[in-house]
């Protein structure tokens, strides 16, 4: 992939593969980076140009006075696609990726062609389901002490044990990834305490999402707005949004098309590239999709 800067209201980072086809933007979740769909993207573009932004407060995407919230890069993600085409895109969004594709979706519904939502960030269905691992996206959320209570977690853990951590938390138990990956993900994860807006992009992100999921009901009206063709794919063993979420969801939308994986985490791009890049390729060739 090659690495490049471009002006989106602020200086904005992503990597590109030029394929032949239609295009594909792959939007990454909170914490993450480009890197999220680092082991997916060349087998993608056989079949399609890949871009993979970094969203605002992310990757190499400093806020620049832009806010970090899933409405701002939605908003972010909008002018993007509408700067590098003139086409409209297949966006894949994972976790906090998905709820910004969502409203990119709803909000510029010419510009998105169709939805590829992986284990996307959805309203908790039932509190017994939540992890005790998953407990730490929490921290960002305490009033007056998220911002510190995340740069503690930083000060204690090395960029190596905060990897190990993030792994624990969105992989299966057992899987087994890419060494250059857990290698690029060290080094990415050592660069972002180099930047000082780090920890608050995170905060603020965190505190969108809760907001944004706080009501189901007012979901269930987002998960309606959405009119283009849409695959949601779930793993039965995501302890960050768990599948009886993604089960819901596909409730309020029969009409998409749902894939509930056994024995898959919260990353099925990270954890089995190969059936990832299969489900969406099937889907994408069928009528419903792109």
């Known amino acids: 992939m090659k690495s490049h800067f471009i002006d989106v209201?602020?200086?904005?980072?992503?990597?590109?593969v030029e394929g032949d086809g239609p295009t594909l933007v792959l939007v990454h979740g909170i914490g993450a980076s480009y890197l999220s769909f680092y082991p997916v993207v060349e087998l993608l573009a056989e079949n399609h140009r890949v871009?993979?932004?970094d969203l605002?407060?992310?990757?190499?995407?400093?806020?620049?006075?832009?806010?970090?919230?899933?409405?701002r890069n939605a908003q972010f993600l909008i002018e993007f696609i509408e700067t590098m085409t003139d086409e409209p895109v297949t966006l894949i969004g994972n976790s906090m990726g998905g709820l910004v594709s969502m409203l990119a979706a709803v909000q510029a519904p010419?510009?998105?062609?169709?939805?590829?939502?992986v284990n996307p960030a959805l309203p908790v269905i039932n509190l017994r389901s939540i992890s005790r691992e998953s407990q730490r996206l929490v921290l960002p959320l305490l009033p007056m002490l998220g911002n510190s209570a995340a740069r503690y977690y930083y000060h204690e853990r090395s960029p190596e044990q905060e990897v190990e951590d993030t792994l624990r938390l969105v992989l299966s138990r057992g899987t087994r990834i890419d060494p250059l990956y857990r290698a690029a993900a060290i080094e990415m994860a050592r660069a972002r305490r180099e930047m000082e807006w780090n920890v608050p992009s995170f905060t603020e992100a965190a505190r969108s999402i809760?907001?944004?999921?706080?009501?189901?009901?007012?979901?269930?009206?987002l998960l309606h707005q959405v009119a283009q063709p849409t695959l949601l794919i779930h793993g039965t063993d995501d302890r960050v949004v768990p599948a009886d979420s993604a089960r819901w969801a596909a409730e309020q939308r029969?009409?998409?098309?749902?894939?509930?994986?056994?024995?898959?985490?919260?990353?099925?791009?990270?954890?089995?590239?190969?059936l990832f890049v299969d489900l969406v390729e099937s889907w994408l060739r069928t009528p419903a999709g792109v």
Not at 9 to 16: A, K
Not at 63 to 69: A, E, F, I, V
Not at 110 to 117: H, I
Not at 256 to 269: A, E, K, S, V, Y
């Open 210 to 221: 809760a907001a944004e999921l706080r009501s189901r009901r007012k979901f269930s009206r």
């Open 9 to 16: 209201d602020g200086p904005s980072h992503y990597q590109e």
């Open 56 to 71: 605002i407060g992310f990757g190499f995407t400093p806020p620049h006075g832009r806010k970090t919230t899933v409405r």
């Open 110 to 117: 010419m510009r998105v062609s169709g939805l590829v939502l």
């Open 254 to 274: 029969p009409d998409w098309t749902f894939r509930l994986i056994d024995n898959m985490g919260h990353t099925p791009q990270i954890e089995n590239p190969a």
């Open 51 to 53: 871009l993979v932004p």
